[in-house]
């Protein structure tokens, strides 16, 4: 029998046209560049959604989270960056921000 070949495919125009990895310019590839997921931040400008982190939730934390996210007709994500979003936001947060900021000049860490 015969080996069949998928090398001129109609797959093959698709394949290997992307970059592996999509990295910002601090080298950093777990930064998702394509996003059409954008938010108005508290300072008026438009940021995207753009890092990713891995978190470690309980059980019970999640299935309120999901219960809640489908009430709202929200995804867990814009839920979670909203309840973030408030956190940052309150006086103590700020506050604590603008100390750091004052010790590393602005600079993020």
């Keep these: 029998m015969a080996r069949k070949s998928f090398k001129n495919g109609p797959a093959a125009m ?12 601090t080298g950093n ?22 890092y990713r982190y891995n978190l470690l939730l309980k059980p019970s ?13 929200a995804s867990i994500n814009d839920l979670i960056n909203h309840v973030l979003e408030d956190f940052a936001g309150q006086p103590e947060s700020l506050a604590d921000i603008e100390r750091y900021d004052g010790f590393f000049d602005g600079k993020e860490q």
Excluded: L, M
Aim: glycine fraction near 6%; hydrophobic fraction near 25%.
């Design 61 to 73: 934390i999640v299935a309120g989270i999901r219960k809640i996210a489908y009430i709202r007709q």
């Design 14 to 25: 698709f394949i290997g046209t992307e970059p592996a990895q999509q990295t910002d310019d």
């Design 29 to 50: 590839t777990d930064v998702t560049q394509n996003t059409d997921n954008t938010h108005t931040a508290r300072r008026g400008y438009r940021e995207r959604k753009s």
